[in-house]
């Protein structure tokens, strides 16, 4: 079992910048591969970025090169950091834990991030 809790989110202008914060606990975290979702209101949830156990990095087309997914095993967290949002960026930010190997896949309870003037 993986317990996850998102932190960070919050109002902020267009062109402003965020960092979420999702800390995990529960088991081996390094052992897991973490992912950032998204869920705008009506619309399916989607991938923002995914850090490996290995932190080999990838990320959704609409937010390369403004955001940047992290990860700190002493701390048991994994960041991102969100820099140029737009207003399409608004959404419910979620983070999941997935194992290789393994078919459980974990999630936090999300944070609320909204762009708007």
């Known amino acids: 079992q993986v317990q996850l809790v998102e932190s960070g989110g919050g109002l902020v202008q267009p062109g402003g910048s965020l960092r979420l914060s999702c800390a995990a606990s529960?088991?081996?975290?390094?052992?897991?591969?973490m992912t950032w979702y998204r869920q705008a209101p009506g619309n399916e949830r989607e991938l923002v970025a995914g850090?490996?156990?290995?932190?080999?990095?990838n990320y959704a087309d609409s937010v390369k090169g403004r955001f940047t997914i992290s990860r700190d095993n002493a701390k048991n967290t994994v960041y991102l950091q969100m820099n140029s949002l737009k207003p399409e960026d608004t959404a419910v930010y979620y983070c999941?834990?997935?194992?290789?190997?393994?078919?459980?896949?974990?999630w936090g309870q999300g944070t609320q991030v909204t762009v708007s003037s």
């Open positions: 850090i490996t156990s290995g932190s080999r990095t």
């Open positions: 529960g088991s081996i975290f390094s052992l897991y591969a």
């Open positions: 999941s834990a997935s194992r290789y190997g393994y078919s459980s896949t974990y």
